[in-house]
């Protein structure tokens, strides 16, 4: 091994080649059927993510964005509505209320899984319906990177209040909480299938999981406008939403082989675990689940030594980045929209949070080559 060769943060090239024959095979089939918008690789594959985590139904779509799009869409989600959702995660989770008309209401997350809380979601619920001007309607929990939120405990709440769970699992497709993969633990959950998911694609893509079946009718009428029976009856105004043919027939060949890479993820990250857990503090397990491991996240003292690791471990021809810089409630776009609460551990989660590689083809050796890289820096 050349130990000059910059560690890979994500290697999609080595996956192709593992996967070459099949892919080419699927991709030659499409091109021979020519039915590039749902084709048949499009209902095999939403068969094949169902039977995965157990899901009734699947509807495939185009971006993990336009899942929780949809998803809100069909409850005629709209202003005047609450949405609840972590500080803490990508910014797809909260644009989604917004050109919706509804307003996210921001809740913080747990300092060690980073996971949204549970009690502060209750808090943030009651102060809403004390304001007396929005109405609590959703809640959006996200499994940040790769590992499950405390969905028994959000479920709960949320029936209490009587608001709608929509699963944002973009990050999470794969693992499990209590036995049971993600897919079910809300009333909708919303994949992604953007190309550095552990479920990637080669382009955009994502998909709607639910138990039930009128949700079901309803997303596969809103990502065509809103189709009815015949293809020129317009029930509802929907949107262009569909996942490509051929992003399915990738996805199929790349089905094949995520098991085994959900385990090498997760090999990888003991590895970390082991060498690092002494000298940084590594990523808290969620009690009795297993994660998809999209991010695997430590965190330092403080920004300052951030920056020093950061510029160490780049020296050493390591990567690294930042899962995020900026809680959501400070971005410009969105601070209007919150109504000024401190969120405090996704304001300090944000100023000393760094990412590692984590990919099923990093070797052992490229582990070791980092982990020495992160001790030297400590
Ligand atoms: C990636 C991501 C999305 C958006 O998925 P796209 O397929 O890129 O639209 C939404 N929420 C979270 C938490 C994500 O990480």
């Known amino acids: 091994m050349d130990s000059a060769r910059p560690v890979p943060f994500l290697d999609l090239k080595a996956q192709q080649a593992r996967i070459a024959a099949d892919l080419r095979a699927r991709i030659d089939a499409v ?8 084709g048949p690789e499009v209902a095999e594959l939403e068969q094949h993510l ?21 998803a809100l869409m069909a409850e005629g989600v709209g202003p005047g509505d609450a949405v609840f959702l972590p500080a803490f995660t990508y910014t797809a989770t909260a644009e989604v209320p917004l050109v919706l008309g509804a307003t996210p209401v921001f ?8 996971q949204i809380d549970p009690a502060h979601l209750a808090a943030r619920i009651a102060s809403v319906r004390a304001g007396g001007k929005l109405r609590p309607r959703v809640l959006i929990g996200v499994d940040l990177f790769g590992q499950p939120a405390d969905w028994p405990a959000l479920s709960a709440l949320a029936w209490r209040e009587g608001l709608f769970t929509l699963d944002d ?8 909480l209590h036995g049971a993969r993600l897919g079910r633990a809300a009333d909708a959950t919303a ?60 996805l199929l060949s790349k089905l094949t082989v995520f098991e085994a890479e959900l385990q090498a993820r997760e090999r990888i990250a003991r590895r ?21 491991w999209a991010i695997y996240a430590i965190l330092l003292p403080d920004t300052a030594a951030r920056e020093r690791m950061q510029a160490g471990l780049k020296a050493a021809g390591v990567p690294s980045a930042i899962y995020y810089p900026r809680p959501l409630h400070h971005q410009p776009a969105y601070r209007a929209a919150h109504d000024g609460t401190v969120l405090p551990v996704s304001e300090d989660l944000a100023t000393r949070i760094m ?24």
């Open 50 to 70: 169902a039977a995965f985590c157990g899901a009734a139904h699947c509807v495939s779509v185009s971006s993990g964005t336009d899942a929780l799009q949809i």
């Open 31 to 38: 091109l021979a059927h020519c039915q590039f918008i749902l």
């Open 355 to 378: 990412a590692l590689p984590l990919h099923p083809d990093l070797t052992d050796a490229d582990v070791d080559r980092v982990c020495a890289a992160v001790l030297a820096s400590v």
């Open 169 to 176: 699992c973009a990050q999470s497709f794969g693992a499990s």
């Open 107 to 114: 809740v913080d997350v747990d300092p060690r899984t980073f």
């Open 191 to 250: 994949v992604s299938f953007f190309p550095s998911k552990p479920l990637g694609g080669y382009g955009d893509g994502g998909a709607l999981l639910t138990e039930s079946a009128e949700r079901a009718a309803l997303y596969r009428s809103l990502r065509t406008h809103g189709e009815g029976t015949t293809r020129y009856e317009v029930l509802r105004t929907g949107m262009n939403g569909r996942l490509d043919t051929l992003q399915a027939a990738v």
């Open 272 to 292: 970390y675990d082991q060498r690092l857990g002494n000298a940084v503090t590594i990523p808290a397990r969620v009690p009795d689940s297993t994660s998809a």
